[in-house]
């Protein structure tokens, strides 16, 4: 329980929201700045991304409308392009947040130096202290017009210096440009390229992985993006920010029960760092394969660089000393894994 806590959160994303809904239910009182960043057009939320959301705002019908994807078309490296079965929910990140409760009350309002904690879910961070980047990519967005149309599969393809991701929505199609701007990706591609028209630019994203150098203080935590940035070709950004969001609830409560404050924020820290050297995992096995040019290999390094930083942070980690459980961090028993 966080019954008589104040809390304030800065952000006004899915991470902000599911930390302020877990910790008004505990009993805590949630204060916020409800600033909002650059929202994408469309994006694929895994059945594991609604079932997170489903439970944290106990509301089973959630994102149940949604339009859905069915196959996923690949075409990746030398490989020819192949259909593979594919189950997501396709939404813009705005509509998203639309169906989920504002992460403060709106009308109370009271500053981040007068709350027990902050969430940091936003930047900038409190420490100041320059982000980790495990190389460097934008992506852009473009709104396109199919000229012909598989209307339930998202596809992806790996160009000389980039991939592309195209994702279909109930009423437009949207297409992702990683490593360069949209027109050179597509003039470079074999299967998108010829198949679509650009009716629109949209915005453009930083989608490197990163890491805070600190995500946590005795008084704070970052929370999502700020904290542990994911590459969207993990497809699953929003389940790791809802993920981030319970942990972070929880330490909170756990310090609101009177448990060691110091070990129940090194833990939040431990299981951020593991999170982020599993996605990088992950990530090489897409950049080591998605082609040879210089730009693919930099990625690869890169990747490589931000593993070791990984290993490196979780040497300092201790023991584990907690886990999740539900909602609730708890004590692991000696011998207990
Ligand atoms: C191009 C793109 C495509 C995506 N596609 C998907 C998808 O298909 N499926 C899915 O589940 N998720 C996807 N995501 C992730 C998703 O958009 C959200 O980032 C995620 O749901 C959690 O965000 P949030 O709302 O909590 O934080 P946000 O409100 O998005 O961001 C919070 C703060 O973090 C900062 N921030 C964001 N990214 C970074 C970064 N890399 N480095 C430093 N600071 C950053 C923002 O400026 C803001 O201050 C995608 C992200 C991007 C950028």
Redesign the pocket.
Known sequence: MAKGLNIYIK??????RCCAHLLRRAGAKVFGDGV??AR?PA????PL?ISLMRDVFTAPALFSNVFEIERRYVTWGATERTAIPHASAVIS?GALLAAVPPPWDGDQQIAPEECDFTIH???PLPDGKP?QRFGARE?A?ARIRLKDSDGRACEIESVGDGWLFLIPTAEAAWL?AVGGPVETLLAASRQIGPRVEIEAGGGE????P?MAEAVQGEHWMAC???AV??D?IC?????H?VREAILAAAVIAGIARGEDRRALLSHYRAVLTLAMGRHLDLCADYYRSGGDSPWWRDQGDALARGRAWCEARMQSAGPRMYRLQDFDLLPLTAGAA
Do not use: H, K, Q
């Open positions: 952000g006004d994303g899915i991470a902000a909002a960043s994408v994006m694929m939320l895994s991304a990140e879910a936003a930047l982000r992506a967005t992702l994203f930083d989608c490197a990163g999502g993006p700020v940035g994911f969207p497809g699953d950004g929003t389940a920010a």
